[in-house]
Each structure stands twice: as structure tokens, then as C-alpha cells.
């Protein structure tokens, strides 16, 4: 396609539920990013794979948080048992390549998360 | 610590000249860069400077002082489709982006 593409769109669930959200990037970027944002906030880093591999997962906030990317493209973000907190949109974004000298990320479009 | 300040909202009309300042505080730095973000909207990017000087592009500026740790955003000719919140983003060690928390900016007829 010819942006990053996130799926749902939105989802909501209950509390000690596990979910998985799906990120699509750019063909040919290397990179790729999982942020979240909540209301009034800028986007908080969660995780950032170069290809398949985990470059640095520093900003998963607990063990309830995982990311994988088992081909170097299409990424899948899993949160288990779900809790009220982790309710707030899940950013995706792709680069071309890692920290080159236009860092320019390409965001998709979100998927709201609500834990009720 | 890591932080990036910015205003947290900037009022101006249609027709004038706004500046976004961003200061930062951060473990590395190889570039800053600058997003866009409408309501209920992903943020895009405007521009990234690794070096000290002025950038334009088009009715978007923006510009890097290393030494001083700082830099701008700034709009000309604001029309109402720039009412959005503008982000500024440090490019840190790793080579993530370590985000300041927004600018709301308000372009009022």
C-alpha cells in the first residue's frame, strides 16, 4: 500500500482481556515503531525493530506488553490482560531506515484501544 | 533525564506569523525534527534538522541552535488548515525519537 496501515481501527474490550494490533509499513521500510498516545499527550515510545529483530523494546511498559515483526515487515503489538491504563491510541510508524539523516517516520493512522 | 519543552498552546489569525520554540535536554542528539497532528489524526512530518541554521519549506520554517539546545518552528502566511498541534522530536541515542508533548495551535479567523 502506499502508507503504513493499522488494524482495527478501533477496539474495545474488557479488562483481563488480550488483544492484538496489527501494523502494515510502508514496503521497503526497515524500521519500524509502535508508540502510544494518550489524550493531550505526544506519542510515548514502546518499541522499535530494525528488520525482525527488537532494536530496543525500553519503552514497553511491563512484561504484559510484547511486539513481534517474524518476517521484517508486517508487526503485531500483543497486550495481555488488558488493564483500564493501557486505554489510548497505538501508533505505528515505519522509516526507510534506521536514524539515517532524515529521520523521517511515517505514521499510520492508529488503533483506539478501550479497556472497559 | 530526557525533556523536550514547548508551549503548550499558541493563539494567532489567519495571515500571520507564528514560532514554536522547543528546548531539549537529551542523552545524544543527531537531529530534531517536527510533526504535525489534526485532531483524531496521525502526526506527519514537516522537518528535521541535524544542523545549526534555518531550513525552509515553503510557508514552514524551522531552525537549530545545538549549542544552545534549541529550536523553532516557524509559520507564515497562518491559514485556518494550520490549527493542529505541532510536536517537536529529538532524534537520541539509539536513534528514537523522544517526543515533547505538543503544541496547540489555534488560527482564528
Known amino acids: 500500500g502506499a502508507g503504513v496501515s493499522q488494524t482495527p481501527s478501533n477496539k474495545v474490550t474488557e479488562k483481563g482481556k488480550y488483544v492484538e494490533l496489527r501494523c502494515d509499513p510502508i514496503?521497503?521500510?526497515?524500521?519500524l515503531y509502535w508508540y502510544r498516545q494518550s489524550l493531550g499527550q505526544g506519542p510515548e515510545f514502546l518499541i522499535y525493530?530494525?528488520?525482525?529483530?527488537?532494536?530496543?523494546d525500553s519503552g514497553l511498559p511491563n512484561d504484559r506488553f510484547f511486539a513481534v515483526r517474524p518476517e521484517g515487515s508486517v508487526s503485531t503489538l500483543k497486550i495481555q490482560r488488558t488493564e483500564r491504563g493501557d486505554s489510548a491510541v497505538y501508533l505505528c510508524?515505519?522509516?526507510?531506515?534506521?536514524?539515517?539523516?532524515?529521520?523521517?517516520?511515517?505514521f499510520g493512522p492508529g488503533t483506539r484501544l478501550t479497556v472497559l | 533525564g530526557q525533556s523536550l519543552e514547548q508551549p503548550s498552546e499558541v493563539t494567532a489569525v489567519e495571515g500571520a506569523i507564528v514560532q514554536i520554540n522547543c528546548t531539549y535536554q537529551?542523552?545524544?542528539?543527531?537531529?530534531l525534527s517536527w510533526y504535525q497532528q489534526h485532531d483524531g489524526g496521525a502526526p506527519t512530518f514537516l522537518s528535521y534538522?541535524?544542523l545549526d541554521g534555518l531550513e525552509e519549506t515553503g510557508r514552514f520554517s524551522s531552525f537549530l541552535s545545538r549549542s544552545d539546545s534549541y529550536g523553532y518552528l516557524l509559520l507564515q502566511e497562518l491559514q485556518m488548515k494550520d490549527s493542529a498541534s505541532y510536536f517537536c522530536?529529538?532524534?537520541?541515542?539509539?536513534?528514537?525519537?523522544?517526543w515533547g508533548l505538543g503544541t496547540s495551535l489555534a488560527v482564528n479567523p
Open positions: 534538522n541535524a
Open positions: 522530536a529529538v532524534t537520541g541515542n539509539n536513534r528514537k525519537l523522544i
Open positions: 510508524a515505519s522509516s526507510l531506515y534506521l536514524g539515517g539523516p532524515y529521520n523521517e517516520q511515517f
Open positions: 537529551t542523552s545524544g542528539f543527531y537531529g
Open positions: 525493530f530494525q528488520g525482525t529483530g527488537a532494536a530496543d
Open positions: 514496503s521497503g521500510h526497515t524500521a
